[in-house]
């Protein structure tokens, strides 16, 4: 896969990785099951038991809070993401709009 660029190109074109460096995209939901989402559960102790372990031996014992293993998005969750953004726009819109007629 490391040499599949068509592969790579269909990735990024669907949103499936990151190529910015933040964080890893979401995996799709028909993927989900619960031993997935068990296996997430661990990988998020392990994280946080690491975090622990590295803040206790740190001089200054500062806690970085670890990134969680990614989870599907519901459909609620992007309701709520296209209900959000069409307010910001709204908002926008008015703004600009008197903006305009100033």
Do not use: Y
């Not at 499936?16 to 559960?41: H, I, M, N, Q, T």
């Not at 622990?52 to 031996?57: C, E, F, L, P, R």
């Not at 309701?79 to 007629?101: G, P, S, Y």
């Amino acid at each position: 896969m490391h040499e599949d660029d068509e592969r790579a190109d269909f990735l990024l074109k669907n949103g499936l990785v990151s190529d910015d460096g933040g964080p890893a995209p979401r995996p799709p939901l028909f993927e989900w099951s619960k031993e997935v989402e068990l296996l997430a559960e661990i990988s998020d102790l392990l994280k946080a038991q690491r975090a622990d372990t590295g803040a206790i031996n740190s001089k200054n014992h500062k806690w970085k809070k670890p990134q969680p293993t990614p989870r599907p998005q519901s459909a609620i969750e992007r309701a709520q993401k296209r209900f959000e953004r069409r307010q910001h726009d709204d908002i926008v819109a008015k703004v600009l709009r008197n903006r305009d007629q100033n």
